[in-house]
DNA sequence: CAGTGGTCTAGACCACGCT
DNA sequence: GCGTGGTCTAGACCACTGG
């Protein structure tokens, strides 16, 4: 007698409603019927439309907050170009690589900037070549789009480097052809690395990371003329609202 | 006389763990104590400890399983070097890149190829600039490491392009200098972008993705001389076996 | 103030993996 | 079979948001 649907409850009412989703049917903004009439209509109890809730908030799909209600989430993803070098500077100058290239997108970047000297993390020291006991200049910035905070972007210098530049300034500091290039330190070559995971709570709560929102960690190794490496820059990018773009050409 | 945490007991409880994590008490592969346990330890409901242990299975800490208990999670990730381009090889012929790749890191790699020929998705059609109406030839490889399904990639080809040639062909081929630089159609330019988020429901089950694991989906595409797109790569990877990785030269 | 989602409990039964 | 996690219910109270 039994349907056999092998499928939990919450399960079958979670395909529902993502199946309206993706069908178009609930479109980006609009609202989920509230928990209680979801559970009268599948004929389960509240806790189980809970459920179902809890697994499409996890995949992205929907927003909620205490009193307002649930939404179908939306997503606009600012593209965020990585391969070109500080020193390709395609502007008239001032502002960075990264403030231009939201500009271009129509949006308005801002940036705040602390600085700090500290001992590197094991990753950070690894990196640049260090040894726990030395020490690195670390420039903290928080990045706004539109005053939401977009990304959390930290370089580390090594401190036999930074001491006495620019680097040590506290703002928003830029200049044709890079920083580094212009207290001689040109960068020749970029390793960077990729790893996705989910936000720490700390992040979460810096970025204002909803729940479901995967981030990547990007970290981008600078090295210089000698081959030895000059700058490590770690971005968290909240997956919601970035592409990350490579441009490759061959030689 | 209350304590006035303001955080929810499930919170506490997911913080006492997470924290225990960190420390390094409880490492990778540990066994949690059992829900019941815990539950009796802090004084709560037993729903309210799988809360707790929900969220970090979300956070990518945990690894559960009915009958089998809770474990911590590892996280060993593989290097996936994506800044050669396919005329750029290293090795003496036969595999492609990625399989080098992984070789290279003492794995083992293995791909299922299957072709079809279909309409382009939106999304491919946009890249390749081709009509609804044109056709694609569709290769979708199953990428294995050590025998665990590891990437998704599939590949998209103008008709016109791959029609009678290699890329019809259902099996692991591979040249010296790429495929399509072998029919005649080498690629001179590559645009990759990077997009980070929770896996579909069907991505999670063809790939074995463990709750709380985002994915990266990899988009590639490869231009020709006379910059018309050739090939559109598309790549979903899995955040907790992966890091990606650019080097970038300056010129 | 009404309605929403967020938290929490107590208890029940089921499905799976192991020994 | 026993112990584990997975599902589900019914009911309660709280916290926030909006009209």
Redesign the pocket.
């Known amino acids: 007698m039994g349907t056999a649907d092998p499928?939990?409850?919450?399960?079958?009412?979670a395909d529902d409603l993502r199946a309206e989703i993706n069908r178009g049917d609930l479109k980006a903004g609009d609202?989920?019927?509230?928990?209680?009439?979801?559970?009268d209509r599948h004929?389960?109890?509240?806790?189980?439309?809970?459920?179902?809730?809890?697994q499409l908030?996890n995949e992205g799909l929907l927003l909620?907050?205490?009193?307002?209600?649930?939404t179908v989430r939306s997503q606009t993803r600012l593209h965020w170009q990585l391969s070109h070098f500080e020193t390709q500077e395609r502007h008239s100058a001032e502002a960075d690589a990264w403030s231009n290239g939201v500009a271009d997108q129509g949006r308005n970047p801002h940036q705040d900037v602390t600085v700090e000297i500290n001992v590197p993390t094991p990753k950070v020291a690894e990196r640049l070549g260090l040894n726990q006991d030395d020490l690195v200049v670390v420039r903290r910035r928080v990045r706004y789009v539109d005053d939401q905070a977009f990304q959390l972007a930290d370089s580390y210098f090594p401190e036999s480097i930074a001491r006495g530049t620019l680097l040590m300034q506290p703002r928003d500091v830029s200049v044709p052809g890079g920083i580094l290039a212009s207290i001689g330190y040109p960068q020749i070559k970029i390793v960077d690395e990729i790893e996705i995971r989910m936000p720490t709570k700390e992040e979460s709560s810096k970025l204002g990371i909803a729940a479901g929102t995967p981030v990547a960690e990007h970290v981008r190794t600078g090295y210089g003329e000698d081959g030895k490496p000059l700058r490590v820059m770690i971005t968290i990018v909240p997956g919601d609202r970035h592409v990350l773009v490579y441009e490759l050409e061959a030689q």
């Not at 609202?31 to 559970?39: C, D, K, V």
């Not at 909620?64 to 649930?70: E, L």
């Open positions: 499928r939990a409850l919450w399960e079958r009412v609202p989920i019927s509230p928990e209680q009439e979801l559970a004929g389960v109890s509240r806790q189980t439309v809970r459920q179902a809730l809890q908030t909620s907050g205490r009193g307002r209600g649930r």
